[in-house]
Nanobody, 123 residues
Framework: QVQLVESGGGLVQAGGSLRLSCAAS????????MGWFRQAPGKEREFVAA????????IYADSVKGRFTISRTNAKNTVYLQMNSLKPEDTAIYYC????????????????WGQGTQVTVSS
Protein backbone atom coordinates (compact mmCIF):
# COMPACT_ATOMS: atom_id res chain seq x y z
CA GLN A 1 0.00 0.00 0.00
CA VAL A 2 1.45 3.34 -1.02
CA GLN A 3 1.58 6.19 1.44
CA LEU A 4 1.49 9.80 0.24
CA VAL A 5 2.59 12.59 2.56
CA GLU A 6 2.20 16.24 1.62
CA SER A 7 4.23 19.09 3.08
CA GLY A 8 5.06 22.71 2.39
CA GLY A 9 1.76 24.37 3.11
CA GLY A 10 1.43 27.49 5.23
CA LEU A 11 0.30 31.10 5.40
CA VAL A 12 1.45 33.50 2.69
CA GLN A 13 0.43 36.94 1.51
CA ALA A 14 -1.25 37.45 -1.83
CA GLY A 15 1.34 37.56 -4.59
CA GLY A 16 3.66 35.24 -2.71
CA SER A 17 4.86 31.73 -3.46
CA LEU A 18 4.87 28.29 -1.90
CA ARG A 19 6.18 24.92 -3.00
CA LEU A 20 4.28 21.85 -1.97
CA SER A 21 5.87 18.43 -1.88
CA CYS A 22 4.32 14.99 -1.86
CA ALA A 23 6.53 12.09 -0.88
CA ALA A 24 5.47 8.56 -1.79
CA SER A 25 6.52 5.35 -0.13
CA UNK A 26 5.46 1.76 -0.19
CA UNK A 27 5.76 0.78 -3.85
CA UNK A 28 7.21 1.82 -7.20
CA UNK A 29 6.50 5.51 -7.63
CA UNK A 30 7.50 5.68 -11.26
CA UNK A 31 4.62 3.54 -12.47
CA UNK A 32 1.95 6.06 -11.54
CA UNK A 33 0.64 9.37 -12.69
CA MET A 34 0.29 12.00 -9.97
CA GLY A 35 -2.20 14.78 -9.40
CA TRP A 36 -2.85 17.69 -7.08
CA PHE A 37 -6.35 18.61 -5.98
CA ARG A 38 -7.63 21.17 -3.51
CA GLN A 39 -10.67 21.68 -1.34
CA ALA A 40 -11.78 24.99 0.11
CA PRO A 41 -14.24 25.19 3.02
CA GLY A 42 -17.77 24.47 1.87
CA LYS A 43 -16.66 23.53 -1.62
CA GLU A 44 -16.07 20.31 -3.50
CA ARG A 45 -12.59 19.00 -4.11
CA GLU A 46 -11.29 20.36 -7.41
CA PHE A 47 -8.51 19.45 -9.79
CA VAL A 48 -5.38 21.60 -9.80
CA ALA A 49 -2.67 19.85 -11.84
CA ALA A 50 -1.44 16.43 -12.92
CA UNK A 51 1.71 14.90 -14.34
CA UNK A 52 2.42 11.67 -16.18
CA UNK A 53 4.65 8.98 -14.71
CA UNK A 54 7.63 10.10 -16.82
CA UNK A 55 6.94 13.79 -16.37
CA UNK A 56 6.45 14.33 -20.09
CA UNK A 57 2.82 15.39 -19.87
CA UNK A 58 1.31 17.99 -17.54
CA ILE A 59 -2.18 19.43 -17.35
CA TYR A 60 -3.58 22.29 -15.29
CA ALA A 61 -6.85 23.78 -14.22
CA ASP A 62 -7.53 27.05 -16.02
CA SER A 63 -7.58 28.88 -12.69
CA VAL A 64 -3.92 28.08 -11.99
CA LYS A 65 -2.42 27.89 -15.49
CA GLY A 66 0.59 30.15 -15.79
CA ARG A 67 0.94 30.46 -12.01
CA PHE A 68 1.43 26.88 -10.80
CA THR A 69 3.92 24.27 -12.02
CA ILE A 70 3.79 20.56 -11.30
CA SER A 71 6.95 18.48 -11.49
CA ARG A 72 8.35 15.24 -10.15
CA THR A 73 11.65 13.67 -9.21
CA ASN A 74 11.23 9.93 -9.52
CA ALA A 75 14.59 9.22 -7.91
CA LYS A 76 13.22 10.87 -4.76
CA ASN A 77 9.68 9.48 -5.09
CA THR A 78 8.40 13.03 -4.85
CA VAL A 79 6.02 15.24 -6.79
CA TYR A 80 6.00 19.02 -6.38
CA LEU A 81 3.60 21.89 -6.90
CA GLN A 82 5.28 25.28 -7.27
CA MET A 83 2.68 27.97 -6.65
CA ASN A 84 3.45 31.55 -7.64
CA SER A 85 1.37 34.73 -7.66
CA LEU A 86 -0.91 33.25 -5.05
CA LYS A 87 -4.40 34.68 -4.60
CA PRO A 88 -6.79 34.52 -1.64
CA GLU A 89 -9.01 32.21 -3.71
CA ASP A 90 -6.17 29.65 -3.73
CA THR A 91 -6.78 29.10 -0.02
CA ALA A 92 -7.61 25.42 0.47
CA ILE A 93 -6.35 22.09 1.68
CA TYR A 94 -4.14 20.66 -1.06
CA TYR A 95 -4.05 16.92 -1.66
CA CYS A 96 -1.78 14.83 -3.81
CA UNK A 97 -3.10 11.68 -5.42
CA UNK A 98 -1.85 8.70 -7.37
CA UNK A 99 -3.49 7.31 -10.47
CA UNK A 100 -2.80 4.24 -12.60
CA UNK A 101 -4.52 4.67 -15.94
CA UNK A 102 -4.04 8.18 -17.29
CA UNK A 103 -3.16 11.77 -16.57
CA UNK A 104 -6.57 13.02 -15.59
CA UNK A 105 -8.62 15.88 -14.18
CA UNK A 106 -11.14 13.43 -12.77
CA UNK A 107 -11.23 12.69 -9.07
CA UNK A 108 -12.36 9.12 -9.78
CA UNK A 109 -9.18 8.34 -11.74
CA UNK A 110 -7.04 8.53 -8.62
CA UNK A 111 -6.82 5.63 -6.22
CA UNK A 112 -4.57 6.77 -3.41
CA TRP A 113 -4.65 10.09 -1.57
CA GLY A 114 -2.53 11.93 0.94
CA GLN A 115 -3.85 13.58 4.08
CA GLY A 116 -3.54 17.11 2.70
CA THR A 117 -1.66 20.27 3.58
CA GLN A 118 -3.28 23.63 4.34
CA VAL A 119 -2.50 26.64 2.17
CA THR A 120 -3.81 30.01 3.34
CA VAL A 121 -3.36 33.16 1.26
CA SER A 122 -4.08 36.44 2.99
CA SER A 123 -5.16 39.55 1.11
Amino acid sequence: QVQLVESGGGLVQAGGSLRLSCAASGRTFTLYHMGWFRQAPGKEREFVAAISWAGSTTIYADSVKGRFTISRTNAKNTVYLQMNSLKPEDTAIYYCAEGRLRVSRQYSDYQQWGQGTQVTVSS
